[in-house]
């Protein structure tokens, strides 16, 4: 059974469309799918526990991420999605616990659910997401976990753009912050 994708496996790959990850995959590994620039769906495993740097960085294509499925603690490497710049959606994990630097700078997603179990979101996690809108937190007030969220995490993010070609600017419409920040 495959139980890793190996660094840099299918870097590159401009013909790969579709991917259907195996339940017995654990890691995705550092620039698996880098550069796969046709890439416009993954199916990933319910067993799914780290998303390694770069591992999908620049895949032009994808416009979903759903990671619902994944039961293990889960993290999220650097520039994971980073460069994914028609990425309008993503379904992070309730067991998502980090989302390292530039894990999706520069998408374009317009929502963003930070589940409860996240202590860390990295450098520029988010930044350059221009249509990013609403931001939300699922932490409560009896979280036991203290969140870090680091420099420019969300820097540059909801300059939106209307799709009518006016050019107004409407900024961020909800950001709901919890009180476990630290």
């Known amino acids: 059974k495959t139980r890793h994708i190996g660094e840099g496996a299918f870097q590159n790959n401009k013909s790969l ?3 259907k990850i195996p339940d017995s995959v654990y890691n995705i590994y550092e ?5 796969c620039i046709s890439l416009e769906n993954v199916d990933f495993p319910a067993y799914l526990g780290y ?5 999908f960085k620049d895949c032009e294509r994808l416009t979903e991420i759903d990671l619902t499925s994944a039961r293990n603690y889960f993290t999220l490497g650097d520039s994971a999605f980073e460069g994914c ?3 309008r959606t993503v379904k992070l994990p309730d067991n ?4 390292e630097n530039r894990a999706f700078y520069n998408t374009r997603l317009e929502s963003v659910t930070i589940p409860q179990k996240v202590y860390y979101i990295g450098e520029e996690a988010f930044a ?5 809108q609403s931001l939300t937190f699922s932490h409560t007030d009896k979280s036991t976990v203290q969140l870090q969220i680091g420099d420019r995490a969300f820097y540059h993010c909801g300059y ?4 009518d070609g006016n050019g107004t600017n409407s900024g ?7 009180k476990c920040l630290y």
Do not use: E, K, M
């Open 172 to 178: 961020f419409t909800s950001v709901s912050l919890p």
């Open 128 to 132: 350059q997401n221009g249509y990013l």
């Open 96 to 99: 998502l616990t980090q989302i």
């Open 31 to 35: 620039s698996a799918f880098l550069g």
């Open 160 to 163: 939106f753009y209307s799709d």
């Open 17 to 19: 469309t579709t991917v």
């Open 51 to 55: 998303i390694g740097p770069s591992a």
């Open 85 to 87: 710049n028609n990425l």
